[in-house]
């Protein structure tokens, strides 16, 4: 399972930014596929994720009416459309493997993080 997250950047606040996750085959096929974050000094935590089944979703409450997520119909890229962004989203991103019940949580895989830092 080899996941590819891009598009990270230095932003001001209540600008927007799109994360892209590239998906390798066997990943897209069997895997929810999401973003959790890490601040730095702070544990990492989910943000997102889009099932491989149905296509529905789930985001974390500080998140939600703010970020969205995507996918190709391919199947193979999975986007964070990250919208009115807040200094404390500040974090380096992770795309993973995901799943969800009352909270988000990962599946095994994680690919390189990206940085995206939002200036006051």
């Known amino acids: 399972v080899q996941l590819q997250a891009s598009g990270g950047g230095l932003v001001q606040a209540a600008a927007s930014l799109r994360l892209s996750c590239a998906a390798s085959?066997?990943?897209?096929?069997?895997?929810?596929i999401g973003w959790f974050r890490q601040a730095p000094g702070k544990e990492r935590e989910g943000v997102s994720c889009?099932?491989?089944?149905?296509?529905?979703?789930y985001y974390a409450d500080f998140v939600k009416g703010r970020f969205t997520i995507s996918r190709d119909r391919r199947k193979t890229t999975v986007y964070l459309q990250m919208n009115n962004l807040k200094p404390e989203d500040t974090a380096v991103y992770y795309c993973a493997t995901c799943g969800w019940g009352d909270s988000l949580y990962n599946t095994g895989y994680w690919g390189k993080g990206t940085q995206v830092t939002v200036s006051s």
């Open positions: 085959r066997f990943a897209k096929d069997y895997y929810s």
């Open positions: 889009i099932s491989s089944s149905d296509g529905s979703t």
